[in-house]
T-cell receptor
Framework: GDSVTQMEGPVTLSEEAFLTINCTYTATGYPSLFWYVQYPGEGLQLLLKATKADDKGSNKGFEATYRKETTSFHLEKGSVQVSDSAVYFCALSSRLGKSTFGDGTTLTVKP | NAGVTQTPKFQVLKTGQSMTLQCAQDMNHEYMSWYRQDPGMGLRLIHYSVGAGITDQGEVPNGYNVSRSTTEDFPLRLLSAAPSQTSVYFC??????????????FGPGTRLLVL
């Protein structure tokens, strides 16, 4: 079945550091790929997405590129802020009407 | 639009009690899903629906029941609560594109404690 593997956390960075959170997936067919973010006490919300190979999703300075050859969708940001502290989830959706999520990576950014 | 709403926000149950977690969306989305979130385990799919009258099991369906009589509502029923069902429950909805699930919109969650 489908699966998503995220780099283990937690991740702690200083403000303005470079962020990478790795995500690889296993799926049949051509899934859409997503990054969601969860702030404390809230539900998940979409950060960015990509629907086909070589697409780059971007939002709020975050980027991720759909790499079919390496089955990856790594999240990057060039300069993190304290307000980026949250839990980040990589996810894929198939044509079966459901999604598969990674375990989440907790990011803490210190001033 | 209210988006996805969930009630209650917090609930305490005793082992063996039953209850229904409510979920409603006003975006006319075809797809709705229920997840549970436990520390270190990400989100696990309980049940999902691709339209009114159509439901299917996810990864962890045991002990839970769902029905989808309207597009808007997707209640989750706990038949006989157990301490292992202590968790945070999220409902989500999305539209479809070519049969694939598009961006999911999540509710604020229901925190359930089973004693």
């Amino acid at each position: 079945g489908d699966s998503v593997t995220q780099m283990e956390g937690p991740v702690t960075l200083s403000e303005e550091a470079f962020l990478t959170i790795n995500c690889t997936y296993t799926a049949t067919g051509y899934p859409s790929l997503f990054w969601y973010v969860q702030y404390p006490g809230e539900g998940l919300q979409l950060l960015l997405k990509a629907t086909k190979a070589d697409d780059k999703g971007s939002n709020k300075g975050f980027e991720a590129t759909y790499r079919k050859e390496t089955t990856s969708f790594h999240l990057e940001k060039g300069s993190v802020q304290v307000s980026d502290s949250a839990v980040y989830f990589c996810a894929l959706s198939s044509r079966l009407g459901k999604s598969t999520f990674g375990d989440g990576t907790t990011l803490t950014v210190k001033p | 639009n209210a988006g996805v709403t969930q009630t209650p926000k917090f609930q305490v149950l005793k082992t063996g009690q039953s209850m229904t977690l409510q979920c409603a969306q006003d975006m006319n989305h075809e797809y709705m899903s229920w997840y549970r979130q436990d520390p270190g385990m990400g989100l696990r799919l309980i049940h999902y629906s691709v339209g009114a009258g159509i439901t299917d099991q996810g990864e962890v369906p045991n002990g839970y029941n769902v029905s989808r009589s309207t597009t808007e509502d997707f209640p989750l029923r706990l038949l006989s609560a157990a301490p292992s069902q202590t968790s945070v429950y999220f409902c989500a909805s999305s539209y479809s594109s070519g049969g694939a699930q598009e961006t999911q919109y999540f509710g604020p969650g229901t925190r359930l404690l089973v004693l």
